[in-house]
């Protein structure tokens, strides 16, 4: 009797054989449920981002007059950046917790990546993303041997769509980028990249283990502001100004100022002419003229007098209007020129102006004070430099979670690349103070 191993099945016997097979008794690790995406806007591979695909250039160009929330998203910025990466080491002395700051040259490997991909830039053009969409898109280019990382690059977030999950692995294998989505390009377009995508739950080893496998030496491995709802993409809360309506209102303000400043003078003032006023002028000649001759004259008059009183770049001039004296020796004006009184005058849409203020950078998430942003014509200043020193310490605490999604990043290239796993990433804070603690006024701290 022979018996032949072929894999985890033996064959056995004389004439008479028998496949006998040796089931593991070891079950593979249970899975995490992940759930289908759906959405309301596929376009083709892709789910689309907004009814057009077109939502991220869209309210980009919306805001585009918006002074104020756009500079609030920056001062967002700022503060989610601080004074930029630093590298530190974590040891416990008697169960305390010790932090040292770093210097990146004391490891050369580290120090030559940072300068390869030009980090300081790298994490910049992150959090902008982070900031504005609450996503970010970071590609990472392997060595052949699949060992290292050695690039990482910021994919613009606004470029870069999602494809529709597979059903059956319920994976998202794929991420297009272009810049062209605004003008419907398709997938196919030689303007369209697909780059591999790979889960942000999947640890180092595994990613490295997959790319393996798959033979894929890039790859765009996302990191996300935490999501209320399941969905391709997030919801910023300082969005919710163009779906309240806000952003409209704003915008329209200027609108309505400039035409009320343009237009203030003739709407406001009733002209009245005398005939007598072209009698005398033109002397026996005026009862000559035809008609026709006499209403061109006056029509040239009116015109001449509204140019000079219109628009903004008119104010302060003066004018001129003769006085004639009557059969009787009194005086009686040719011209006369009389104010209309309005509800409104130069502080026209000032309330209107304040609310839309607070209502951006409420959805922004940042104090007035932080970009002076008082209100022209009242007492609104832009706050105390007391009350600037708080807020941009309250402001800057509470990007603590915002950097923890931006050092994932770190965190990843670490693992990856077996840097000391000792060493800890952080972004340090600039912390404003009074000028008798700190003759400079600032001084420096890190969240790690």
């Known amino acids: 009797m022979s018996t032949t191993f072929i894999g985890d099945v033996a064959i056995t016997g004389g004439n008479t054989k028998a496949i006998v097979s040796f089931a593991s008794t070891k079950k593979a690790d249970a899975n995490v449920t992940s759930v289908i995406l759906h959405t309301e ?25 918006t002074g104020t929330l756009r500079r609030g998203l920056r001062v967002n910025i700022n503060a989610h950046y601080g004074s930029g990466f630093i590298l530190a080491e974590e040891t416990y002395e008697n169960e305390k917790r010790i932090i040292k700051q770093i210097p990146l040259h004391k490891h050369p490997e580290i120090n030559a990546f940072f300068k390869r991909n ?66 419907g390009v398709d997938v196919a377009s030689k303007y369209v990249d697909k780059i591999p995508l790979i889960n942000s739950f999947l640890s180092a080893e ?21 999501m209320l709802t399941s969905g391709y993409y997030p919801d910023p809360e300082w969005q919710s100004i163009e779906s309240s309506g806000w952003l409209d209102i704003i ?25 007598e006023y072209f009698e005398r002028k033109y002397n026996n000649k005026w009862e000559g003229f035809t008609p026709e001759k006499q209403d061109e004259i006056r029509k040239e008059f009116i015109e001449q007098l509204d140019q000079s009183l219109r628009g903004v770049e008119n104010g302060g001039k003066s004018i001129m209007s003769i006085i004639y004296k009557d059969d009787n ?48 014509g009242t007492k609104d200043g832009g706050g105390s430099g007391s009350d600037k020193r708080l807020d941009w310490f309250i402001l800057s605490a509470l990007k603590k979670p915002d950097r923890e999604t931006t050092l994932e990043i770190f965190e990843f290239i670490q693992d990856y690349n077996g840097w000391d796993e000792k060493l800890v990433g952080g972004f340090e ?20």
């Open 41 to 65: 806007n596929a376009s083709g591979k892709i789910a689309a981002w907004g009814a057009n695909n077109d939502y991220p250039q869209k309210i980009t160009k919306k805001i585009k007059p």
């Open 251 to 275: 915008n329209s303000i200027p609108k309505f100022k400039k035409a009320f400043l343009e237009e203030k003078m003739n709407v406001n003032l009733h002209v009245e002419v005398f005939e």
């Open 206 to 226: 595994e990613v490295k283990e997959y790319c393996k496998k798959h033979k894929i030496h890039n790859f765009v491995r996302p990191v996300c502001f935490p």
């Open 429 to 448: 804070e600039t912390t404003f103070t009074t000028l008798d603690q700190n003759p400079t006024g600032t001084q420096k701290a890190a969240q790690l």
């Open 329 to 376: 020796g009194t005086p009686q004006p040719g011209l006369k020129i009389t104010e209309i009184e309005k509800g409104k005058k130069d502080g026209a849409y000032l309330d209107d102006t304040a609310a839309g203020i607070q209502a951006a950078l409420t959805a922004a998430g940042v104090s007035p004070s932080l970009i002076g942003a008082g209100v022209p």
């Open 118 to 183: 030009r980090m300081k830039r790298f994490f910049k053009e992150i959090i902008s993303d982070e900031e504005y969409w609450h996503f970010a898109c970071p590609e990472y280019v392997l060595s052949n041997d699949f060992k290292k990382i050695n690039r990482v690059k910021r994919q613009y977030a606004s470029d870069s769509r999602f494809e529709i999950m597979d059903e059956n692995t319920r994976t998202i294998n794929n991420l297009y980028v272009s810049s062209k989505w605004e003008e």
